[in-house]
């Protein structure tokens, strides 16, 4: 019999499937230890408290909120809570909430019109050059619009523009837009002074857009807050242009159904993304568009959270220290942990870890791009998302499961 055909043809062939799509593939035949509840490491989907507000907000329908087709930009009210936002937060940037903030159905949603808009008079050898590891979307919004990648490592211990400097100049002088995650995933680095000064003088030079996504920014291990994008354009006197930053509620506020973002920054670039998102019906729903004020003025419940996952790094981050080498980021809720004492690929450690402890984490190679080098196969990532009792005992686990390895099996395991 013939085997059938691969009917993708197209771009989407080009891509891997999504990181979360083939952990569940990986454990579908593992049953969980018997008797123990699983502990998901393995998304970054927080799980403290939602604002009082947004449930309040969402419980009811405001008469007539439903009637009309809601502004693909978003609401003047909740373009101006963002603004505002932005200001006290990232003083001394001031951004217009009338042509500056464009609202989003989530980073996800928003980095992709943002790409299709950068890209549309991008010549197809062009460039977009982003980080891996990194999110996955960066690579499929690549891919999906026909343009070229370059991947840089953003594994490099140093935040201060280093690894800008090792793309080659050729490749520069082809990208047309460049991609940077700050605080980044999974390792938590936070990009300096020096690192923006650098991007934007290859921005400057060689004319292409930078991208920010800034969705890890209000988690942070130290008193100092991370240093956003907006903010250090104008510490180094530059405009907005070719810059455009992307942010949610999903992290700040434990709200990623909410579905709510924005982006911030190049008037010009925000203006054509509302018009491709005028055709691909891009409006955020008026309740959810509500909610999401409350939520950006106030910070009381961010603070909060924010002590939650500090208090976690402080005892949960020892514990899984005494079975893995794991460095403290410096800020967001993902461990970067180096599984290369065990012997086990990435893989194999995930499948054999949910088999004897029930405890799930994400495979390093899962984040790595299809365009960069080798995967990286002696990593995993640990989302400390739960709550702290649940973190700490997925970190007992993780040491009684490494402690069962015998290093002179564990080198000829396989993946079942």
């Known amino acids: 019999m013939k085997t059938p055909e691969d009917p993708m043809t197209g771009p989407l062939k080009k891509l891997p499937i999504y990181p979360v799509q083939r952990l569940t593939a990986l454990v579908a035949d593992v049953p969980p230890a018997h008797g123990l509840t699983p502990i998901l490491?393995?998304?970054?989907?927080?799980?403290?408290?939602q604002p009082a507000a947004v449930g309040e907000i969402?419980?009811?329908?405001?008469?007539?909120?439903?009637?009309?087709?809601?502004?693909?930009?978003?609401?003047?009210?909740?373009?101006?809570?963002?603004?505002?936002?932005?200001?006290?937060?990232?003083?001394?940037?001031?951004?217009?909430?009338?042509?500056?903030?464009?609202?989003?159905?989530?980073?996800?949603?928003?980095?992709?019109?943002?790409?299709?808009?950068?890209?549309?008079?991008?010549?197809p050898d062009a460039y977009v050059v982003y980080p891996n590891p990194g999110y996955a979307v960066y690579e499929g919004a690549t891919v999906l619009n026909g343009l070229r990648s370059w991947v840089y490592d953003s594994t490099t211990a140093s935040r201060h523009g280093e690894v800008f400097l090792s793309v080659p100049e050729h490749v520069w002088a082809r990208t047309a837009l460049l991609f940077v995650c700050s605080p980044d995933n999974p390792m938590g680095g936070v990009q300096q002074l020096d690192a923006w000064r650098t991007i934007f003088e290859l921005s400057d030079q060689h004319g292409f857009t930078v991208v920010v996504d800034e969705c890890y920014s209000e988690i942070y291990t130290g008193d100092e807050p991370p240093l956003g994008a907006l903010q250090a354009a104008t510490l180094l006197g530059r405009s907005f242009e070719r810059l455009v930053v992307l942010s949610s509620l999903s992290k700040r506020s434990n709200v990623p159904g909410l579905r709510s973002g924005f982006m911030a920054g190049d008037r010009a670039i925000l203006t054509q993304a509302a018009r491709l998102r005028s055709y691909n019906g891009g409006g955020m729903n008026p309740v959810v568009d509500a909610a999401s004020v409350a939520a950006w003025n106030d910070e009381a419940h961010v603070q909060d959270s924010r002590e939650k996952y500090r208090e976690k790094y402080r005892h949960v981050i020892?514990?899984?220290?005494?079975?893995?080498?794991?460095?403290?980021?410096?800020?967001?809720?993902?461990?970067?942990?180096?599984?290369?004492?065990?012997?086990?690929?990435?893989?194999?450690?995930t499948r054999q870890l949910y088999a004897q402890q029930s405890v799930l984490v994400m495979p390093?190679?899962?984040?790595s791009s299809a365009f960069g080098p080798e995967p990286i196969r002696q990593r995993v990532r640990i989302a400390l998302v739960a709550a702290l009792e649940e973190?700490?005992?997925?970190?007992?686990?993780?040491?009684?499961?490494?402690?069962?390895?015998?290093?002179?099996?564990?080198?000829?395991?396989?993946?079942?």
Do not use: K
Request: contains cysteine; proline residues 8%.
């Open 41 to 49: 490491f393995s998304v970054g989907e927080p799980r403290h408290a």
């Open 58 to 123: 969402m419980g009811r329908c405001p008469p007539g909120s439903l009637g009309a087709y809601p502004s693909v930009v978003g609401s003047p009210a909740l373009r101006e809570a963002i603004a505002a936002w932005l200001g006290r937060r990232f003083a001394p940037a001031v951004v217009d909430p009338a042509c500056e903030v464009q609202v989003v159905n989530g980073t996800r949603e928003g980095l992709f019109s943002l790409t299709r808009t950068v890209l549309d008079s991008s010549p």
């Open 318 to 349: 020892p514990l899984m220290q005494r079975a893995l080498t794991i460095a403290t980021p410096d800020a967001g809720f993902f461990l970067w942990a180096d599984i290369a004492r065990t012997g086990l690929s990435d893989e194999e450690f």
């Open 364 to 367: 390093g190679s899962y984040l």
């Open 391 to 416: 973190c700490m005992e997925g970190a007992r686990r993780l040491q009684a499961f490494v402690d069962s390895l015998e290093p002179a099996q564990s080198l000829n395991l396989e993946t079942a």
